[in-house]
């Protein structure tokens, strides 16, 4: 292997191509993904994760008005996965990226179906106590914004789905690169 070209792509073609299918099989089961009814390892393990930072979010940020503790939830989840991506894009470790991209994507996904469940409240809910506050409910209501719960949500999802589709497309330049790279060395 050239030095021009593994310095892009150290490992075989295959092994990216392999890779990039692996990715759109994560993007298909993060787009149906439901955490309650998951059997997926991978998508359950990184959902554990978004729904652990959820949770210290909310803690780290108790001291702040009511409405931005109940929003800090989904904004931290999704602020995580966005931290990670630009840590991969830092270290241009850019497959990786592609990863962490559909991760936000996850995230924006899980969020969004979240608030799209604020006047419903049809989601199973985990927290300390008895009863458990819906954190959507409560924001979206204080906004005056409840009704547009359906609205606000998916349009969450669809920005998961962008940043997603996005993520496979980078991931397909990058193999693309690497080819033309490996093909103009060969000439």
Request: hydrophobic fraction near 55%; avoid cysteine.
């Amino acid at each position: 292997m050239n030095n021009s070209s593994s310095k892009l792509m150290p490992l075989p073609l295959w092994l990216y191509l392999v890779g990039l299918i692996f990715f759109i099989y994560l993007f298909v089961a993060i787009w149906g993904f439901s955490a309650e009814n998951s059997s997926n390892l991978i998508l359950s393990g990184m959902y554990l994760v978004n729904f652990g930072v959820h949770e210290v979010s909310h803690i780290i940020l108790f001291f702040l008005p009511a409405i931005y503790v109940a929003a800090a939830g989904s904004v931290g989840e999704v602020g995580f996965t966005v931290l990670v991506l630009a840590a991969a894009l830092k270290t241009k470790s850019y497959f990786a990226a592609v990863f962490a991209g559909l991760w936000v994507m996850l995230g924006l996904m899980s969020a969004g179906r979240y608030m799209a469940d604020a006047r419903t409240q049809i989601l199973p809910l985990i927290g300390p106590g008895e009863t458990v506050q819906h954190d959507w409910h409560y924001v979206f209501s204080q906004l005056g914004w409840l009704n547009a719960d359906i609205t606000i949500g998916g349009s969450v999802q669809a920005v998961g789905i962008v940043v997603g589709v996005l993520s496979l497309l980078f991931g397909a330049y990058l193999i693309a690169l690497k080819l033309y790279k490996s093909t103009a060395v060969k000439n």
